[in-house]
């Protein structure tokens, strides 16, 4: 079966480094996305991702990064970490859009508690 | 910028008591979709409503869209344990239907 998957569940950093959050799925599809998650908040867009080598700012975009170098993954860099981004952090995919009105379900993968300290 | 607001942030309810969560966009949509999150868990796509007015069920759950596509209510009828999660609503971002923006979601719980 198709699926999205995170890597890694949980990670502690210190203030200052540099960490990577993984992203894959075997939906093949187009569309990536990055989303944080913060009581209050709701989830909120940080980048996303149209097709290999596209890469797009969302809401919160300041402190990460994204590339996108082939169809199953799309890794998430925080150059470096503020514990203003102590959050959890959340993956989804979606098929290129329906067009007209509808818009593609997207999928969320299992999500990564990262604390910053 | 656009704006979509969710109410109540918290529901408490006991088991067998209905549920209503509302969202309200500052702009019409072309569309809506609802997602639940169980705690601990991811948002799991629940539908999409797309015409003015529309309506759609699933089992215990309602789903409507206002005729000005402006809002859009989740109502849950006698809820039971197993609807304790997080409901989001989310629209799409600047007119883009392929991003999504989501409301700040209504935590439900339930007492038995």
């Known amino acids: 079966d198709a699926e999205i998957t995170q890597s890694p569940r949980h990670k502690i950093t210190e203030t200052g480094r540099q960490v990577t959050l993984a992203c894959h799925q075997t939906w093949n599809h187009n569309n990536m996305f990055w989303y944080r998650q913060d009581l209050g908040h709701g989830l909120r867009l940080i980048h996303y991702?149209?097709?290999?080598?596209?890469?797009n700012k969302g809401e919160v975009s300041d402190g990460y990064s994204v590339s996108r170098s082939n169809t199953e993954d799309l890794p998430l860099t925080l150059e470096s970490a503020a514990s203003s981004q102590t959050s959890v952090y959340f993956c989804?995919?979606?098929?290129?859009?329906?067009?007209?009105?509808?818009?593609?379900?997207?999928?969320f993968g299992p999500g990564t508690r990262l604390t910053v300290l | 910028g656009q704006q979509v607001m969710q109410i109540p942030q918290y529901q408490h309810v006991q088991e067998g008591e209905d549920f209503t969560t509302y969202c309200n966009s500052s702009?019409?949509?072309?569309?809506i979709q609802w997602y639940k999150q169980r705690p601990g868990g991811h948002p799991v796509f629940l539908i999409q409503l797309v015409k003015s007015g529309e309506v759609k069920k699933q089992k215990r759950l309602t789903f409507q869209f206002g005729e000005a596509k402006k809002n859009s209510s989740l109502h849950i009828t006698a809820t039971q344990t197993t609807d304790v999660g997080t409901y989001f609503c989310a629209v799409p971002w600047g007119g883009n239907t392929d991003k999504l923006i989501f409301g700040t979601g209504t935590r439900l719980q339930v007492f038995p």
């Open positions: 702009t019409t949509l072309s569309n």
């Open positions: 989804a995919s979606s098929a290129a859009g329906l067009g007209g009105s509808s818009t593609d379900t997207q999928y």
């Open positions: 991702s149209y097709g290999v080598h596209d890469t």
